[in-house]
């Protein structure tokens, strides 16, 4: 699309700096024929991957299977989150609690305490689901709550938990660098 109004780097930032939808966290490709950009620049900048024209069917699905597959359907949305008070605060509240809840899950799966992981998943629900983050949490759930559930299938649904973790407090450190003064 030819935007002559607008840059791909204004488009991005509309788009991060808004409370619509998943705006803030929808992946964004840029494409281009500026061969002196590099992807890992666009990267940096905010975009989610870069297609240098011209380009070929095959890399454009190529792209759009990587970002559509089941790790990036579920993104993150801190909009609810950061509706009052200190945008920047909350976030860095939000990485340090998840960090020690991470720690605990871990814990409570080395010890094989299903009692503890469920009342994490229960801990966890609310907070998460508002950030559209609570998938793994519902499979951890089903795991534990199975009949009988092997060892790896509890490690997996636990490890699923401890990268979204993971994913929240990447993304919310992100963001909260956008709201520092």
Known sequence: MKMPDMNGYEVLELLRTSDIGNSRTIPIVAVTAAGFITEEELKSAGFTAMLGKPFSIAELLNVVSQYANKEHRQLLDFSALLTFGDRRHTLERLVTETEKEMDEVQNAAKEKNMEALDGWVHHLRSSWMLMKAEQPLQELYAVIHSDSPTDGEI????????????????????EAKRWEE
């Open 155 to 174: 490690t997996h649904a636990v490890n699923a938990v401890l990268a979204q973790g993971k994913m929240i407090v990447d993304l919310a450190r992100k």
